[in-house]
């Protein structure tokens, strides 16, 4: 699979991160298969997050790759931390102890990545800056970054936290694209200009933060795909037209969608299916046309001034 550099490290990583959140709906044959199928594949990225099956996710994908030393040497692990029951924790306290608990559910000494994964309305710089000072100095967190987060928020933690931020995690999809819809539509009166990010996406270009797109297959809140379905009919015409045309399906072609964006972005798949994830991995061999990029975009709907 074809590779890039995540953010302004030096850590070469797949374009395509591996999303382990429905791991635990996998028997552990099937999770197995799962996990060499995708390595065997190039995509060695795996993303995970300390809620996900409330740990289960983590302890099943160990035992799935079963992990060890020469395991480890040849995979990038990406967790979060930061969501309780009923709150949001960046406290030291908090941040320390969930990577102690992340990396024994993983069974290893250290993450790749740690992303602080929604933003805690009490969050205290100076708190975040020493748990990362610490867990950067024991080893334990090589690079950090954060999931969900506006520019100023951004900003707010780069006032104390001397780490680069090398990734962003966002929500990003055909039908859920108004990151890049209101830099199209600037000064309009239509929905589509109203910018509720900050210029979340031009921000991250500017800092070299990869911003790593999260159900790049959904519409709305988890309210569902939108590859076959019924509400999105011109969209998936063209999709199916443009997918013919490179002889792949149309879960590539949603993907090369998201690839083919100038801003170097890291999709992370959500499917457990066999099948889908190495049509996923195809994406990074399709280079789609100006053309075909804009005419996927305005048949889900978005409008060009």
């Given at each position: ?9 030096s ?5 395509l ?5 429905r791991i ?18 190039g995509?060695n ?6 809620i ?18 020469d395991?480890?040497?040849k995979i990038?692990?990406?967790?979060k931390?930061g969501?309780?029951?009923?709150t949001?924790?960046?406290?030291k306290?908090?941040i320390?102890?969930?990577v ?27 708190e975040?800056a ?24 951004i900003?707010l ?15 990003l999809?055909i039908t859920?694209?108004?990151m890049i ?7 309009m009166?239509?929905d589509s ?7 979340i ?5 500017l800092?070299?933060?990869?911003i ?59 499917t ?21 990029w804009?005419a996927i ?9």
């Open positions: 699979m074809r590779t890039m550099k995540l953010g302004s490290s850590l070469e990583v797949p374009v991160a591996v999303g382990c959140m635990n709906g996998l028997e552990k044959a099937e999770a197995e298969r799962f996990v060499q199928t995708s390595l065997e594949h995509a990225f795996f993303d995970h997050a300390d996900y099956g409330g740990g289960k996710c983590e302890e099943i994908f160990a035992d799935a790759i079963h992990m060890n030393d395991v480890r040497e990038i692990l990406q967790s931390c969501i309780r029951s009923g949001f924790d960046f406290s306290e908090h320390l102890d969930s102690d608990a992340i990396l024994k559910r993983l069974r290893t000494d250290y993450l790749d990545i740690l992303l602080l994964h929604r933003p805690d309305a009490l969050v205290e710089p100076h975040v020493e748990a990362f000072d610490k867990l950067e100095s024991s080893g334990k967190v090589r690079h950090f970054g954060v999931s969900n987060q506006n520019p100023m928020q900003q933690l780069k006032k104390a936290v001397k780490q680069p931020l090398v990734a962003n995690q966002l929500q999809s859920n694209a108004n819809s209101n830099g199209i539509n600037v000064n009166t239509v200009s109203i910018n509720r990010d900050g210029s996406l031009d921000y991250c270009r800092n070299d933060i990869t790593q797109p999260w159900s790049p297959f959904q519409y709305g809140f988890f309210e569902g795909v939108f590859l076959g379905s019924e509400k999105f009919p011109e969209l998936n015409k063209v999709i199916d037209e443009v997918a013919a045309k490179y002889e792949v399906s149309n879960t590539t072609i949603a993907i090369a969608w998201l690839l083919r964006h100038p801003a170097q972005m890291q999709p992370v798949t959500g457990m299916n066999i099948e889908r994830i190495l049509d996923c991995i195809k994406a990074s061999e399709v280079h789609l046309t100006r053309e075909e804009y975009y305005r048949a889900a709907g978005n409008i060009l001034p």
